[in-house]
């Protein structure tokens, strides 16, 4: 089993950043891969980022490139959001992912509130 906790959620305005992080604990080392999801009231869960912890490749959702970046410090097992140049639209709760060859992890996931 692998356990996520993610912290670093908040309210910020318009503009303003927040960076997330995940830290990954348990069987962590069978882990290739990490991200971050998020989900608006309403909406279904959708891809943000991931990144290779072997590699470091990231991907990104088209609306947050050139705004988030995402990162990892593979000695603590810890991967972070840094999320630049928020909009309202950017309001959800971000959910920390991890995933192994067949089976992907979720985190308790935090609260996000861009206000305009």
């Known amino acids: 089993q692998v356990q996520l906790v993610e912290s670093g959620g908040g309210l910020v305005q318009a503009g303003g950043s927040l960076r997330l992080s995940c830290a990954a604990s348990g069987r962590s080392f069978s882990i290739y891969r990490m991200g971050w999801f998020r989900q608006a009231p309403g909406k279904e869960r959708e891809f943000v980022a991931h990144i290779n912890l072997t590699g470091g490749s990231t991907d990104y959702v088209d609306s947050v490139k050139g705004r988030f970046t995402i990162s990892r410090d593979n000695a603590k097992k810890t991967v972070y959001l840094q999320m630049n140049s928020l909009k309202p639209e950017d309001t959800a709760v971000y959910y920390c992912?991890?995933?192994?060859?067949?089976?992907?992890?979720w985190g308790q996931g935090t609260q996000v509130t861009v206000s305009s």
């Open positions: 992912s991890a995933d192994e060859a067949f089976r992907r992890y």
